[in-house]
C-alpha cells in the first residue's frame, strides 16, 4: 500500500458560509493540483495517495487578515504536510509568520515578494517589486516623463508606489501627482480630477484592482487622452465587465503568446485563448507541487520542504519563452526569467505588446 500525504488548499476568496455546491468555487486549484499529480503518477513517478483538505477564510481586502489566520491553522491542526495558498499578497503576508512559526511548507500564489521565507515558498502571480519596473520602463518607452498615480491604499498599493517611485528616478521621469484610496472604492471623480490638475503625459493604476474600474470611468468622463497603465489588477479583465471599463489601458499580465510550453497546455485541454492565463497558473502551481511530493524525501512537512528545494529548470507555462520554473535552498521566487508580460486591454480582448 503506498504512502498517503494531506495536502491543505488554503481559499483567501471564497467565505465557507457563502458557498454553494451548485456553483464554482472561486479561486479553487484543486483540478490544476490533482491533474499534474496524476500525470507524475502515469509516469510512474510519484505512487502516494493525496488527500486534499480545503479551508476558506475570506480575506483582505472584503474579509479578514484573522478569517487567513483561523484557516490557515485549521489546515495545520488537520495534519497537512504542504499547504497551498493564499492567493492574495496581503494575505500571504498574513500566512507567511504562520508558516514559519508551524514549520508547514506553503506555496502562495500571490504578488508580494516579502510573502517567502524558509517554509513559504511563492508561485509569484506578480511581483509589487518588478511589476512596477516593468511599468516604469513601459512608460518611459512611450515617451511619458510626468505621471500620476492613483494607488489603493494597503500593501499591495503602497508597495507598488515605493517601488515605481524609485525606478521613476532612475529613468528621469517626475511623479507629479499621487492620490490614495479605499480599495473598495467606486467613485474615483474627485480622486482623478486632482490626478489631472498638473497635466500629466501618463496616469499609473496600482492596486488588488476592484477600484480600477471607478478610476477608469472617471478618466473616460474627463476624456483623457493620455496612456494609461496598471499592474496585474489588469488580469481581473478576464471576468466580468472588467474588460471593458478599462478598455486602451495596458497592465501586466503573465502569459505570453510566444510561450509554447502554454501552447502546448491549451492544445491539449482543448482551451479557448480566453483562458490562457488560467491554463498558464494552473499548469504551473500545479507542477510545483506535483514535482515537491514527488521529490521528497519523505512526505513529512520536512521532508516536503526538502522536495520543494529540488524542483529546478522546469518550462513554464506562464511568462515569455525560456521562463524557468524552480525553487532552490536559499531561492523561493518559482518564476525565474522573462515572467511578466505587457498586455492591452482593446475591445473586451487582451492584446500582447512589443517593444
Not at 32 to 37: D, F, N, P, T, Y
Not at 159 to 181: F, V
Not at 317 to 334: H, S
Request: a negative charge.
Amino acid at each position: 500500500m503506498p504512502e498517503s500525504v494531506k495536502v491543505g488548499v488554503l481559499n483567501d476568496m471564497a467565505d465557507f458560509s457563502d458557498l454553494d455546491d451548485s456553483a464554482p468555487v472561486p479561486g479553487d486549484v484543486t483540478g490544476w493540483l490533482e491533474r499534474e499529480i496524476a500525470a507524475l503518477r502515469e509516469a510512474g513517478r510519484f505512487p502516494a495517495a493525496v488527500e486534499f483538505i480545503h479551508a476558506y477564510g475570506l480575506g483582505l481586502p472584503s474579509g479578514t487578515a484573522e478569517a487567513v489566520e483561523t484557516a490557515y491553522r485549521q489546515l495545520a491542526d488537520a495534519g497537512v504536510s504542504l499547504i497551498v495558498g493564499p492567493a492574495i499578497g496581503d494575505n500571504a503576508l498574513v500566512a507567511t509568520p504562520l508558516a514559519e512559526q508551524l514549520r508547514i511548507p506553503t506555496i502562495n500564489w500571490a504578488g508580494a515578494e516579502r510573502a517567502r521565507g524558509r517554509y513559504m515558498f511563492h508561485h509569484q502571480v506578480g511581483s509589487h517589486e518588478d511589476e512596477s519596473l516593468v511599468i516604469a520602463r513601459h512608460m518611459a518607452m512611450l515617451g511619458c516623463r510626468r505621471l500620476a498615480v492613483a494607488y489603493d491604499i494597503s500593501p499591495i498599493g503602497t508597495r507598488h508606489l515605493k517601488y515605481l517611485e524609485s525606478e521613476a528616478r532612475i529613468l528621469g521621469i517626475e511623479i507629479i501627482a499621487k492620490e490614495g484610496m479605499s480599495p473598495l472604492t467606486d467613485d474615483a471623480a474627485a480622486l482623478v480630477d486632482a490626478l489631472l490638475e498638473g497635466a500629466p503625459d501618463g496616469v499609473v493604476y496600482l492596486g488588488l484592482g476592484i477600484s480600477a474600474p471607478a478610476v477608469a470611468k472617471a478618466l473616460s468622463a474627463c476624456a483623457w487622452p493620455g496612456p494609461n497603465i496598471m499592474n496585474t489588477a489588469g488580469l481581473r479583465g478576464y471576468h466580468g465587465t472588467f474588460a471593458h471599463d478599462c478598455d486602451g489601458w495596458f497592465y501586466i499580465d503573465m502569459h505570453s503568446d510566444s510561450n509554447t510550453t502554454l501552447q502546448a497546455q491549451m492544445a491539449q485541454l482543448g482551451a479557448p485563448r480566453q483562458q490562457a492565463l488560467a491554463v498558464a497558473k494552473g499548469h504551473d502551481l500545479g507542477r510545483l507541487v506535483a514535482e515537491g511530493l514527488a521529490r521528497a524525501t519523505d512526505l513529512s512537512r520536512e521532508g516536503v520542504r526538502i522536495g520543494l528545494e529540488q524542483v529546478k529548470w522546469l518550462p513554464a507555462a506562464e511568462g515569455c519563452e525560456g521562463t524557468l520554473l524552480g525553487f532552490g535552498v536559499q531561492d523561493r521566487g518559482a518564476l525565474h526569467g522573462r515572467y511578466l508580460v505587457v498586455r492591452q486591454w482593446l475591445g473586451g480582448e487582451t492584446r500582447e505588446v512589443t517593444a
